[in-house]
């Protein structure tokens, strides 16, 4: 199975933001990657998180949401998006995905031996859901019930398990951005057919192999010199 990966575009009407976050920039890399994952004939494509910056007007922060998909769905193929900090901190779940279109984690698609786990990670150490006005970026947990979906996953030999987060599980990447259950839910990917686990968040981008499982962490879409937009072919992970 293909699929076409890209995360952090925080797309927004400002030029720039802190400096080295080109909304605008990002956009136009997302364009020419959907025209880049339609040849390449992807299956399914997925947005890590932060598809937008949250503005002051809801109008706006509507608007925003609106195109960014728009280009998602440009590749012509299923679209996925686990949101990230800055999508709940615009938009509560059931509105983001109304309005963009998008499915939205928690889910799971299944295709022959593979199946593809999107979590959602943004609650608070108390275990309270994001929500506009209620966003803190650097406390994020798996909540019990998104915990117990991995569980099933990995009773599950029948597949080869990828998982897709926003928020980061590798130990490798800035300790703000990590989940502070992370731990935990790495012990417990070790323990069936985890074949690799898809981050975003961490702009830098960071790679590693922990327990034999790659996880990959990419950079975002809005910063950098080049696109980090990236095709991968699930038939390259083994478990």
Not at 35 to 59: S, Y
Not at 66 to 90: W, Y
Not at 118 to 128: E, V
Not at 200 to 220: E, Q
Request: net charge negative.
């Amino acid at each position: 199975m293909r699929i076409g990966l890209l995360t952090d575009l925080h797309y927004c009407s400002r030029k720039v933001m802190l400096g080295r976050r080109y909304p605008q920039l990002a956009l136009a890399r997302a364009q020419q990657a959907m025209r880049d994952f339609a040849r390449a004939g992807v299956e399914l494509v997925v947005c890590l998180g932060d598809l937008i910056d949250a503005e002051e007007t809801p109008g706006q922060n509507e608007q925003n949401l609106r195109a960014a998909a728009a280009v998602l769905q440009s590749a012509g193929v299923p679209c996925a998006c686990v949101m990230g900090n800055h999508d709940c901190a615009a938009f509560p779940p059931e509105t983001f995905a109304r309005l963009s279109g998008l499915q939205i984690a928690p889910c799971t698609f299944l295709q022959g031996d593979v199946a593809l786990h999107f979590l959602n990670a943004n609650f608070d150490w108390q275990g309270n859901p994001y929500r506009p006005g209620a966003v803190d970026w650097t406390q994020a947990r798996l909540p019990e019930e998104e915990l117990a979906r991995v569980r099933a996953a990995m009773a599950d030999t029948a597949h080869r398990h990828f998982f897709f987060l926003h928020q980061c599980l590798d130990p490798g990447v800035e300790q703000r951005h990590i989940l502070q259950n992370a731990a935990e839910i790495r012990a417990l990917l070790k323990t069936g057919r985890t074949a690799a686990v898809f981050q975003g968040h961490y702009h830098p981008g960071f790679r590693s192999v922990r327990g034999g499982i790659p996880y990959i962490t990419l950079a975002a879409l809005c910063e950098g010199a080049e696109s980090s937009a990236l095709l991968i072919d699930t038939d390259d992970f083994p478990a």
